[in-house]
């Protein structure tokens, strides 16, 4: 079980999250030019790291906010915790992995 | 037919007034009761802007609470912080048109709503020195009077349901907000912890 940081309640248990799958996928601006395989890039492929993953939680028995999450999809450790709308934080890794 | 509409609360037909009768308070770890029909109001806006934050003190005479899960409260009205931009204002039934009224009226101009959701929540009042002990039994809240003061609130998940939980004094009393369509459930889970630290049911 995850102890997860909301930014805005505190440290609550995983059980009050949903998750949201990756973080930080913009939505394409040219539509109307772009292919099928490039749609399906967008729609269906995820990078699905060993390591670092930045991914979209939200706190739905909490504040029923979504925000963003840096975890170790290794160790689960949660690197940090952020903000709708903000940069992800160049996280460094303990013993290279 | 709507004359013949009649207002119920949500845990009315539990019989809690006649169960209150027959329930002796003497060594009860555990009372329990239903708050009905509280006004609850929900607002919501830019905490970061102070034309929001003095509108609802106008309208309330009740600072804002800005930090999480803080509640500010005098008398019989409260305003309890669900998140970054949306609280419930809390009071005593029949007031709800008035204070949207209000609130509108202050808000003009503003991102910012107010919207009577009364009818939505059941309140259930648990109080006395085990309330603590039930409610560890459902949440994974720490509970420690140092963790979760005095007038904090906090919403969670309490035995798989939805609630906000609100800590009224140090008896201690609780006020637990729930879903009405949650609210028999969820009463039911707590009278059946609770009769293992003695329970009264108060009406």
Redesign the interface.
């Known amino acids: 079980m995850l102890l997860i940081p909301c930014p805005?309640?505190?440290k609550?248990?995983e059980?009050?999250f949903t998750y949201a799958r990756e973080a930080h996928i913009a939505r394409p601006t040219n539509g109307e030019q772009m292919s099928d395989a490039e749609w399906a890039q967008y729609l269906f492929m995820r990078k699905n790291p060993k390591g670092v993953h930045y991914e979209r939680w939200m706190h739905?028995?909490?504040?029923?906010?979504y925000f963003n999450v840096a975890r170790d999809t290794v160790t689960h450790e949660i690197y940090a915790v952020y903000e709708m709308g903000q940069p992800a934080p160049a996280i460094e890794r303990e013993n290279g992995r | 037919m709507v004359e013949t509409y009649q207002r119920r609360s949500a845990l009315a037909h539990l019989g809690l007034v006649a169960r209150a009768a027959g329930s002796s308070r003497e060594r009860a770890g555990i009372i329990m009761s239903e708050v009905p029909h509280r006004t609850i109001v929900n607002i919501r806006g830019m905490a970061s802007d102070p034309a929001f934050s003095s509108a609802v003190q106008t309208a309330t005479g009740l600072p804002l609470p800005e930090a999480a899960n803080a509640v500010s409260s005098a008398g019989v009205w409260q305003i309890l912080w669900l998140g970054p931009n949306e609280w419930w204002i809390t009071g005593p039934d029949g007031e709800a048109d008035s204070l949207i009224e209000a609130l509108r009226a202050n808000f003009a101009g503003q991102h910012a709503a107010a919207c009577d959701v009364s009818e939505s929540r059941a309140i259930i009042r648990l109080k006395g020195p085990k309330a603590r002990d039930v409610l560890m039994r459902g949440v994974s809240l720490d509970l420690h009077p140092r963790a979760f003061r005095v007038g904090q609130c906090a919403q969670t998940g309490l035995s798989r349901a939805n609630a906000l939980l609100h800590l009224v004094d140090d008896a201690p009393t609780f006020e637990i907000y729930v879903l009405k369509s949650f609210s028999d459930y969820l009463w039911r889970w707590l009278e059946t912890v609770a009769r293992d630290f003695g329970l009264a049911v108060e009406a």
């Open positions: 805005f309640c505190g609550r248990d059980h009050e739905a028995k909490g504040c029923r906010r």
